[in-house]
């Protein structure tokens, strides 16, 4: 047959009738998806959310008021016949009181609510469990107790230095104003020092296990300690036993950022302790993959810490 043959009569009416048909269907069916308080659609998930989001302000729970059960009653009837759990046919109850009809809508109204609940719940454990076992879950443990670590010696070289260096002047850091910078790193220091510019000891401070230089100390009040005592003296006071100096933290290290980013490495190790099927542990886990074992990984390769850590260099 021709891909161009019209169509008999008969077709036409067949056609017709399903178009009216399939109309009729959707014009029934407007009123439920109205209740919903969405446009028609076939998407199951939308349907689902829209009536989570209605029943859970109207169940009688919530809210005890008989207009929001009638509504609650209604609401789920809808969201039933929508999904296809329910017909128009199953609306019909034998013959009762009113009191006794809208009884008895109220309680199936409950246990379908209740049985979504359920079966929300079960996905939610199946995901849990999926994420919480297998190679996945491992990879997960060991980065966690990993950063746990990592967290732990960082917190320890903020209290902890590990050897001393002493310099006469630092260079200036011109795009910021009382600015100075060494090795990448910069430090604010106070403005008469900054507008000085004097030769005056300057000690910088290492951190105990990864050799980060994490401070600088400079005397303070002392401005002619080089015109008293030789260079070779001067650099004997790199411990600042004598003279009273004031440190400045890194700007641009980890240990500026001290407390906050050294708690925050310990997520991951707060849900390997406390897990449970909370949307707090799916988002907490998330963050940590995403965030936190990035950000371990990059600080430990930076600046060689990895390596200053067993001594490799």
């Keep these: ?3 161009f043959n019209i169509p008999r009569r008969s077709d036409h009416i067949s056609f017709l009738t ?13 009123k439920y998806f109205e209740k919903l308080g969405i446009v028609p659609t076939t998407d199951l998930k939308a349907i689902k959310k829209a009536y989570r989001k209605k029943a859970f302000a109207l169940h009688p729970d919530k809210n005890p008021s008989p207009q929001a059960q009638l509504e609650f009653i209604e609401l789920t009837e809808a969201y039933e016949i929508l999904i296809g759990a329910e017909t128009e046919s199953d609306k019909k ?8 009809q809208r009884a008895a809508k109220l309680k199936k109204a409950r ?4 049985r979504m609940q359920e079966m929300e719940r079960e996905k939610d454990e199946l995901y849990f469990t999926k994420i919480t076992s297998g190679l996945q879950w491992n990879v997960f443990k060991w980065l966690a107790i990993y950063s746990f670590i990592f967290s732990t010696l960082l917190t320890a070289d903020y209290y902890l230095t590990g050897h001393y260096k002493a310099v006469e002047q630092m260079i200036p850091y011109n795009l910021i104003p009382n600015m100075v910078e060494k090795d990448g790193e910069l430090f604010e220091v106070h403005t008469d020092w900054a507008s000085r510019y004097e030769k005056e ?8 296990f990864f050799h980060d230089l994490k401070s600088i100390s400079i005397i303070n009040g002392v401005s002619d300690l080089n015109s008293q005592l030789p260079q070779h003296i001067v650099s004997e006071f790199r411990l600042f036993e004598n003279y009273p100096s004031e440190e400045y933290i890194s700007y641009s290290s980890v240990y500026y950022l001290f407390p906050i980013l050294h708690v925050f490495l310990l997520l991951p190790a707060y849900l390997l302790r406390y897990k449970k099927a909370t949307l707090n542990f799916a988002i907490g886990r998330l963050l940590s993959i995403w965030v936190i074992f990035p950000i371990v990984i990059i600080l430990t390769f930076s600046n060689g810490r990895i390596f200053h850590l067993f001594g490799l260099i």
């Design 1 to 3: 047959m021709s891909l």
């Design 18 to 30: 399903l178009i009216n048909f399939n109309t009729s269907n959707l014009n029934a069916r407007l």
């Design 93 to 100: 109850f034998a013959p009762k009181t009113t009191e006794e």
């Design 111 to 114: 246990a379908n609510y209740q």
């Design 201 to 208: 000891p300057i000690r910088l401070n290492y951190s105990f």
